[in-house]
């Protein structure tokens, strides 16, 4: 590791002056040009370094990542969940790049082991509630939700979505397969109506009347919020009393074969201080992942909880499992 460190130092050194100086850095992100142009733009106008983007899903960036191999173009990957990016760790499109900045900035349940990625912000998968039908009294922790008295009041969003494989992945990590599948089929059974494509159309039909509770990523609720301030939906934290809340993140690894390692890792660096920090979690309203950082005053409203400190990557070390699971118990 050292050794071959040493060697792309030494290889980027003497390719600085004949190849390419690397006054850029270029990301492939499935996260939308408004959410990263105003933290890149800050880093251009800081540096000098320009930051090239383009953007895509996730999957087909990866590929493209693979297929383009030791002639890369991408640096980075900035992509969301930390389901998929173990996938991109385990496909072998990422290497580890150590920094003791980053170490510093996020804390090690929001890393890769390998540390192939880091999470740059946060956001709680957690459950969402009519205020109409329903007192914060009678909600507790995800597991109840599978209870007699949620039968035809809950809503959920597919089993598709990795955002859900995660969550099954730390239930499975925290009760085992059998006692999970058993949670899981009480959802499927008090599921009110077919499962929604999205987070944003659970919280409309808890909104419109169609369920009581559902499970949501707080940044959803922060945005049909802000649209529609009279909003009958209110979020909850879960399982305080325990393991506490999901919190997954949205987070960045260095591709396999990047052109300008050196550079994208002091990007990556800068990233996870206060000054980025403070716009990437602001624009979608998430948490930052550098815990010195204060949330926006809008997330900051809907209140402080216990987080689960399981490390994040068990959503993807456990995502095939997961996926198994859900199809077992009849969550499409
Ligand atoms: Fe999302």
Not at 30 to 38: H, T, Y
Not at 82 to 106: C, H, K, R, T, Y
Not at 147 to 165: D, F, H, I, P, S
Not at 302 to 319: C, N
Request: proline share 4%; aromatic share 8%; hydrophobic share 40%.
């Amino acid at each position: 590791m050292q050794i071959r460190r040493t060697l792309l130092s030494l290889f980027v050194l003497m390719g600085a002056t004949t190849v390419q100086a690397a006054d850029e850095v270029v990301v492939y992100s499935s996260r939308i040009d408004e959410l990263i142009k105003p933290v890149f733009d800050a880093y251009t106008a800081k540096t000098g370094v320009k930051v090239k983007f383009i953007t895509d899903k996730e999957a087909p960036l990866m590929q493209r990542i693979k297929a383009e191999g030791s002639n890369a173009t991408a640096d980075l990957l900035l992509t969301v969940d930390a389901g998929n990016l173990w996938q991109a760790e385990n496909m072998g499109i990422l290497q580890p790049f150590d920094s003791a900045v980053i170490d510093a900035n996020i804390p090690s349940q929001y890393r890769s082991s390998t540390d192939s990625w880091t999470g740059l912000s946060l956001r709680a998968r957690t459950i969402a509630y009519s205020t109409d039908r329903v007192k914060p009294a009678e909600l507790s922790t995800y597991e109840a939700l599978a209870g007699k008295e949620w039968e035809g009041r809950l809503c959920l969003r597919t089993a598709k979505k990795v955002y859900n494989q995660s969550l099954t992945a730390t239930l499975i990590e925290t009760h085992g397969s059998e006692k999970t599948e058993e949670i899981l089929k009480g959802w499927v059974n008090n599921l009110s109506t077919d499962v929604f494509s999205d987070d944003i159309a659970v919280l409309q039909a808890i909104n419109a009347g169609q369920c009581d509770v559902g499970i949501v990523n707080t940044y959803y609720y922060g945005r049909l919020h802000k649209q529609d301030p009279s909003l009958a939906v209110k979020l909850f934290w879960p399982n305080q009393a325990d393991r506490g809340v999901h919190v997954n993140l949205s987070g960045i690894g260095l591709t396999q074969h990047a052109p300008h390692p050196e550079a994208a890792k002091a990007l990556v660096e800068w990233m996870t201080g206060p000054e980025a920090q403070a716009i990437f979690a602001g624009v979608n309203q998430e948490y930052p992942a550098n815990p010195s950082v204060k949330p926006s005053e809008e997330v900051a409203s809907w209140g402080t909880f216990k987080a689960d400190t399981i490390p994040v990557e068990i959503a993807g070390k456990r995502q095939a499992e997961a996926i198994k699971l859900m199809d077992r118990a009849g969550w499409y």
